[in-house]
């Protein structure tokens, strides 16, 4: 991403901004809500927790932010033991909790000032805060008004400049667009990328839309069930997933078999699959594919009237390593009976 630091400012020999060791959460009721997570976040990057409604990424939150005590395991924020040094955590971290901790009844800079203070800022210095931030949050025309009045997409870029007014190394949102409307989501995408860009700011994002993590986090940790089932960049995560699907319309020519003869064995490229006018390929690598193709097509009489190479989605990844598909999960979540137990072995 364009706004991102250059790799140079960030500093790969700084301490993790984020470790976290075998961590197991049980609220009352018997619900084990984080069953072993691990988690190493590098300092300066934007990571994203991904996983269906229930899966323990707000407790994670909650516990990396010292808001929650685990049963057992270890965590360090920022090089801080959240259970041994939870105030030196806590003026090391912003955070964006999943609901709003806005006072309605205030304004967005009387907010801003509060947060502030909060955090040991005085006079003239919290006051410039408030106003950088209501600028850069395009809040500044709705500076003096109560934060009740403000539309969602407002009320969540107040949440984030709240979170940011003593400069946090760590900033954690929770579900930062979840709820918002398709044109506040994109803006916020566009906040948080341009947060991104600050040197040296981490970013822990949690998510349930696949989309949001691909486009936002450099590195992706797919949670389910209480733990993290797999690990990557996105595109090593859908990497691992061999392949993609290259698909050809075929304007004219095109006889089956000398089309199917024309492409079978070409390097990098399996399943040939000639449909009519349609013609489908798997690709080791689909944009490399492409030209091989159309040459190989074009010497057997075929004239090509449009190609797409499709990769395999997050969604596949999410089937792959937890068993079902996102959507079931979803919905597993709304029905907590439906949720396998562990002593069931199911994973
Ligand atoms: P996520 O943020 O991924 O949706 P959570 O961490 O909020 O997941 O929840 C993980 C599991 O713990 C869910 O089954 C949820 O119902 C349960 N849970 C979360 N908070 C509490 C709580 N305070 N008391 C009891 N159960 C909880
Ligand atoms: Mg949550």
Redesign the pocket.
Known sequence: MSTRAPAAARNSTRAPAVAARNLIKT???D?T?LRGMDLGIEAGTVFGLL??????????VKILTTLARPDSGTATVAGHDVLRHPDRVRRAIGVVA?KSGADPVATGRENLLLQGRLYGMRGAAVKRRADELLDRFDLADAGDRQVKGYSGGMQRRLDVALGLVHRPEVLFL?EPTTGLDPEARTAMWEEIARLAGDEGLTIVL?T?YLEEADRLAERIAI?DR?RIVVEGTPDELKGELRGDAVHMELRAGGDTGAVTTALTGLPGVHEVLVDGGRVSVRAEDGAAAVPVLLAALERAGAAVAAATVARPSLDDVYLRYAGRRFSEAESA?AR?AAVPTPAGGTR
Do not use: I, L, W
């Open positions: 609220y009352p009721g619900v809500a996983g269906p409604n229930g899966a323990g990424k707000s407790t994670t999943q929770d949690t349930h949670v209480g979540e907590p």
